[in-house]
Structures are given as structure tokens and as C-alpha cells.
């Protein structure tokens, strides 16, 4: 393999975590209370709104393949717009990577590191991510592979563990959701799966070999981050019930209490909750290497070192943003369908006029 190249199926295996990242700290309790028992149903619906979006990402994603996100944007637009939106497009990444590195480091106080100070987490965490962001997309891209073998694992673990406390009652009464509730959860669904995946647009598709098979890895990529989706609203629903499920901040991890093997191995919810973490640790080492391709952008950048100390210094801001910033929900709500659902929209009615002109 060249230097400074991925495989498809490495591509495949990044969408399949970034698909399932936010859901852990935002997804379930956004769902649950919203259509209760009806929630194992919106992976179905929600997963083809996230195909719909997926297929604006292939559109922006095939323009200039040669191109990053930011140097698609210089060649879209005239200097001073183009300027504009690459500065938007850095500034709210840093303040969402800020918010995520929050929730991120109260997810790790409440469920596996109590006694810690949220300082020290977060500290050691956006280390860890800044470590693979440094190191490229190549570093990123194999361990990816690493945790989804890791993942596999644990997820087997798990459903063998839990098979024995699955209640079918639990699960019932279905289709008791109005059509609004579905329609808000298939859209909320669709968002949050497909939107991280865009950052793959920082990547330049050149940078990517074996792209005869590149689309459908993305899909089955999505598909199986779905699925896996789907298991686990499944055994919350079926092992909780709707009512406990509701009461507990984390269901997904707090099922994972009841794993226990020959009544001798216990407590290992700490280890099969790791694979929640995979997720999170890839999304914001991309957020990083996103956030160091914008200083080569935007501030003209040059060498790797100077780009790395950049990124450390963005980094120590990050930290400390996500300890003062007051995180305010509905603010970084906007942020995020801004840059997932309007700034796609926007570049994907540009680059179709683009190809109608040249196709005249």
C-alpha cells in the first residue's frame, strides 16, 4: 500500500464507529422518552433518511476527489465567501468538539471513573485523541480496525450474557406512536448516524485505494452500525422494560450489570461498555485532524510541525472549553444540523449546478 492511503474497507469500518458515536451520549435518551417501545422500530425508518444523506455526502465527497473539505470549499466559492465559511466550518467544529469533549468526560465520571477529577479525564482522553490525529489518517484508519475486532468480541459477549433476561412482554405494545413521533425520531436518527460520518470529507478521496467497492462499504458500513444499533435498543427495551428504561441515564451500559458467567465472573459492565468508548475516541481524533487541516488552510500552515503544534494549542483551548465554556444544548443543537443538513445542502446544490453547466 502507498504512503498516506487507506483501504475501502478501512473507510468502512470509520463510518461504522462514526455512525454509532453520538447515540451513546444523545441518541438513546433522545429516542426512548420520545417513542417509548416503538423506539427498536426507527432504526428502520431512521437508517433511510440516513441513506438520503449519505448519498449528498457521496455527491460532495466525488467533487475535486483530489480535494479536502476546506479546498472544495476555495474551489466553490469566490475567495471572500470561501474564507468565510472555512473559518465557520473551524470555529463551530472546535466549539462541538468543546461540547463533546464535555459529555464525553461526564459519561467516563458516571460510569467508570467516579473518583476522578473531570479535569484529569478529559485531559487524558483528548491526549489519547490528539496522539491518533497527529499521527494521520493511516494510525486512525488501522486502529479502527483493531477496535472493531475488539467490538465484535464484546458485543458477543454481551448478547450471551443477556440472552437468558430477555422479557418479549417488555417490548409491548408496538405501533402506539403517533406519525409525528415516528417522523421526528426517523429524522433524529437519520441525523445522528449519517452526520459524523461527513467528516470523511476532510479526507481527500484520493488518499483512498480500492475505490471500485468504496460506496458499498460505506453503506454496509452504515447498515451494520445500524443493526448493532437495533440490538441494543432491543435488549434495553426487553431487559428493562420502558420504565426503567426511561429511569437510568445510560441503559445501553446499565444492562450490562446483569453479565455474569458461571455465577463466578461478575462486574464486567466496565469492560463490555468499552466498545461505546471506540466510537467517541475515533470521532474526536477526526475532529482533530479536521481541526489541523483547517490551520493548513486557513492560516497557511506548511510543515507537519508547525501543524502539530497548532493542533496543540487548539487542543489545550478545547480542554479548557469544555470545563468553562457554559454548554447550553440547544446552541450546539443548531451548530450541529447547520453543519450536517444546511452547509451539505448548500455545497450539494452548488457542485449539482456545477455539473449541469459542464455536462451542457
Not at 118 to 135: G, H, M, Q, W
Request: overall charge positive; some cysteine.
Amino acid at each position: 500500500m502507498k504512503k498516506h492511503t487507506i483501504s475501502s474497507m478501512q473507510v468502512g469500518t470509520m463510518v461504522f464507529f462514526f455512525m454509532r458515536s453520538l447515540f451513546l451520549l444523545f441518541g438513546f435518551s433522545f429516542l426512548f422518552p420520545l417513542t417509548q417501545n416503538d423506539t427498536i422500530l426507527v432504526p428502520i425508518l431512521g437508517s433511510v433518511f440516513g441513506l438520503l444523506l449519505l448519498g449528498l455526502f457521496f455527491l460532495i465527497f466525488d467533487y475535486q476527489p483530489n480535494e479536502g473539505l476546506y479546498q472544495k470549499i476555495r474551489i466553490l466559492f469566490p475567495r471572500v465567501i470561501s474564507l468565510t465559511l472555512q473559518i465557520i466550518l473551524f470555529v463551530f467544529l472546535f466549539f462541538l468538539g468543546s461540547y463533546l469533549l464535555y459529555h464525553i468526560t461526564n459519561y467516563l465520571n458516571y460510569s467508570l471513573a467516579h473518583n476522578f477529577s473531570l479535569f484529569v479525564l478529559a485531559a487524558t482522553f483528548l491526549l489519547l485523541c490528539f496522539y491518533l490525529a497527529i499521527k494521520g489518517i493511516e494510525t486512525m484508519a488501522r486502529t479502527s480496525e483493531i477496535f472493531l475486532f475488539l467490538t465484535i468480541l464484546f458485543v458477543m459477549i454481551s448478547g450471551l450474557g443477556l440472552f437468558s433476561f430477555i422479557q418479549l412482554d417488555y417490548i409491548r405494545p408496538l405501533l402506539i406512536s403517533g406519525p409525528f413521533a415516528y417522523l421526528k425520531s426517523a429524522i433524529c436518527y437519520g441525523v445522528l448516524s449519517a452526520g459524523p460520518v461527513f467528516l470523511l470529507l476532510f479526507l481527500p478521496k484520493k488518499e483512498i485505494v480500492e475505490q471500485t467497492h468504496l460506496k458499498k462499504r460505506i453503506i454496509i458500513g452504515y447498515l451494520a452500525s445500524s443493526f448493532l444499533i437495533f440490538l441494543f435498543l432491543f435488549l434495553s427495551l426487553s431487559i428493562l422494560g420502558i420504565d426503567l428504561t426511561l429511569l437510568y441515564r445510560h441503559p445501553e451500559t446499565i444492562i450490562l450489570k446483569k453479565v455474569t458467567f458461571l455465577k463466578i465472573i461478575e462486574r464486567l459492565e466496565a469492560v463490555l461498555s468499552i466498545h461505546w468508548l471506540f466510537d467517541l475516541v475515533l470521532l474526536l481524533s477526526f475532529l482533530l485532524y479536521a481541526l489541523k487541516e483547517g490551520g493548513r488552510e486557513i492560516i497557511k500552515i506548511k510543515t507537519e510541525k508547525k501543524k502539530n503544534w497548532f493542533l496543540f494549542i487548539v487542543c489545550i483551548f478545547l480542554l479548557f472549553g469544555s470545563i468553562y465554556i457554559p454548554h447550553i444544548d440547544i446552541y450546539y443543537r443548531n451548530i450541529y444540523l447547520f453543519l450536517v443538513l444546511v452547509l451539505p445542502a448548500i455545497f450539494g446544490i452548488c457542485i449539482f449546478f456545477q455539473n449541469t453547466k459542464k455536462s451542457r
